[in-house]
């Protein structure tokens, strides 16, 4: 049964109220106006589009009805590529680079490159724009690449996931342990990186900065059971700082069994401190597989430091980070369910 226009126009009010995306508002709202008997020349004008866009709205909404206006129907466009082709698109540039395909020397997929790409494959002249909506549409982002550790031994890593973290968490329910902690280091610099932030258009934040490279090299360890946080401000990564740290660690925790899960740096394995483990006989160390920083959640600890206090921020005196750093700790100290929630939950 066809709907008349006061029902086609409730449906899309409906529509308009439980749609999150502004595009899909407005086409909506271009749907509207003109069932409400504004012209599609009015509504391109009120929108701020081109005739045939508002036109594309209108034809796909009476073939299609709503679903006729959702992206990928191509209202008031035409596809240029296949089916088969978006998909050797969307699998050359997922799995090939730039230079797998015949463009020397490059190793990064741009528009430009995609846009020469496409043409020299298939025949089909692209702006970049149209590159930018056709790699949006097929499910790609413009982001930044990341590291990975190469070294990084999966099968090592998943018999620690299933087989000694499994053991220790239940070790630790049983009573066996007292207490479980995750324990690195960080260096964090009176300056540190830049990163994306929200500033007026036209403007750049700028950082000032004397171009020294001092700052606070901390100590961490996270209480996977509470959440609590206990770290050192150090001058030096050494054995001996570490070990100043582990009596830290024994006061905060007098009695009782302590495990620390910890990375494979030389200072944690150093000789200097092997005497000071034996006459603690309660404090065990247990070492992560090599290259695994994704396995302990200080990692992330120091992202969240550096993320709410030193990122695009430049510290003129040496202690004030350390205050900064200071404050930040007994900040999330305050609240242990959010340092659980942040990172152990993963655990």
């Known amino acids: ?42 509504i391109a004008k009120i929108l701020g589009r081109s005739f045939p866009a ?24 035409i596809r240029k590529l296949s089916d088969e082709q978006e998909q050797q698109l969307k699998e050359t540039i997922a799995k090939q680079k730039p230079v797998d395909v015949g463009f020397e020397a490059k190793y990064t997929w741009t528009l430009k490159i995609i846009r020469t790409w496409i043409h020299r494959e298939f025949g089909e002249a692209y702006t970049l724009k149209g590159v930018s909506k056709l790699l949006n549409r097929l499910g790609f982002s413009y982001t930044k690449a990341t590291y990975t550790l190469v070294r990084a031994d999966k099968k090592e890593q998943k018999q620690f996931r299933e ?21 690195d280091e960080s260096m964090n610099r009176a300056y540190l990186a830049l990163q994306y932030n929200w500033f007026p258009k036209g403007q750049q934040r700028k950082i000032p900065t004397h171009g020294e490279h001092k700052g606070a090299k901390l100590f961490a360890a996270i209480n996977y059971e509470t959440g609590y946080v206990i770290h050192r ?63 302990n959640p200080v990692e992330g600890l120091w992202k969240w430091l550096k993320h709410d206090v030193v990122n695009n921020v430049f510290f003129h005196k040496f202690y004030v980070i350390r205050s900064h750093v200071a404050a930040f700790m007994k900040r999330i100290n305050k609240s242990p369910l959010e340092v659980i929630d942040r990172l152990l939950v993963q655990v």
């Not at 409730?10 to 509207?32: C, D, F, G, P, Q």
């Not at 796909?60 to 008031?76: A, D, I, Q, T």
Request: glycine fraction near 6%; charged fraction near 30%.
């Open 1 to 42: 049964m066809k709907m008349t226009h006061e029902q086609e126009i409730e449906k899309l009010a409906v529509a308009m109220k439980e749609t999150n995306s502004t595009r899909m508002y407005e086409r909506y709202l271009a749907i509207r106006l003109h069932l409400e008997g504004r012209t599609l020349t009015e």
């Open 54 to 77: 508002i036109s594309g709205y209108w034809k796909s909404n009476r073939e299609e009805g709503l679903r006729g206006l959702e992206f990928g129907e191509y209202p008031g466009g």
């Open 163 to 183: 087989g000694t973290l499994t053991e220790l968490k239940q070790k630790l329910s049983q009573g066996e342990i007292d207490h479980l902690l995750f324990e």
């Open 233 to 295: 401000e150090e001058e030096t990564f050494t054995a001996d700082a570490f070990q100043r740290f582990l009596v830290d660690i024994l006061r905060k925790y007098p009695d009782g069994q302590v495990v620390i899960v910890l990375d494979n740096a030389r200072t944690h394995h150093a000789d200097e401190i092997q005497p000071f483990l034996r006459e603690h006989s309660r404090l065990s160390l247990v070492f992560l597989p090599k290259y695994s920083p994704e396995l």
